[in-house]
Each structure stands twice: as C-alpha cells, then as structure tokens.
C-alpha cells in the first residue's frame, strides 16, 4: 500500500486491521469494569487511527478510518448507556472488519 513512506507491504497493512480489530473489542471490557484508563485508551487509539489517516494515500482506505475516529471521538465524549456503547464499538469493529476484506482483496490481486 503507498504510504507518504514509501511501500508498507499488503500484508502488514492487513495484520494491522487483525489488531486493531483486538484494540477496539477491548474498550468493551474496560468501560465495563468501569476502568479509569478507557478514555486514554480511547484516546490513544484515536491518536494511532489520525496517524495511519495521515500516511496513508488509499483513498478507500481514508475514509474508513475517519468514520472510526469519529465514532471513538463520541464514544469518548458521550454519556452512553451500555447498549449505545457496545453498539458503537461494534460499528467501529464492523468497518475494520471492511478494511480487512478490502486488504484481502488487494493481496489476493497482487498475487
């Protein structure tokens, strides 16, 4: 994938979404237990998603993440009953699960 890097190969980028998919199923638990950390954590991950929205050039890939960012930003923001929350991370799980498939799609054609 053409980063303002240079190459990150396809398959990097696709062990990426693995993790992040782990990263964001994690905030369920931690707001669950009523962790003091899960707005850093919130905030962290947002701060690594603004990151990869910067390298980044795929323009299939941009906007995805900036519907992530902007759904943890009101996460983070928002007084929400644990079904909206779960909800929303979910949501958030489900359009990385997209990128994934998209990956897939971009190795499998380069091979």
Do not use: W
Not at 37 to 58: K, P, Q, W
Not at 63 to 87: F, G, Q, W
Request: a negative charge.
């Amino acid at each position: 994938m053409n980063s303002k890097y240079g190459d990150i190969s396809n398959d990097a980028c696709y062990n990426y979404t693995v993790r992040l998919i782990d990263k964001l199923f994690k905030i369920i638990p931690l707001k669950e237990v009523h962790s003091p950390t899960v707005d850093s954590y919130i905030e962290d991950l947002i701060y690594e998603l603004c990151g990869n929205n910067a390298i980044f050039e795929e323009t299939e890939y941009n906007p995805k993440l900036v519907d992530i960012i902007s759904i943890l930003e009101a996460i983070k923001n928002e007084d929400m009953t644990h079904k909206e929350y779960r909800r929303s991370v979910f949501k958030c799980i489900t359009i990385t699960e997209q990128l994934k498939e998209y990956m897939s799609g971009v190795i499998d054609n380069a091979r």
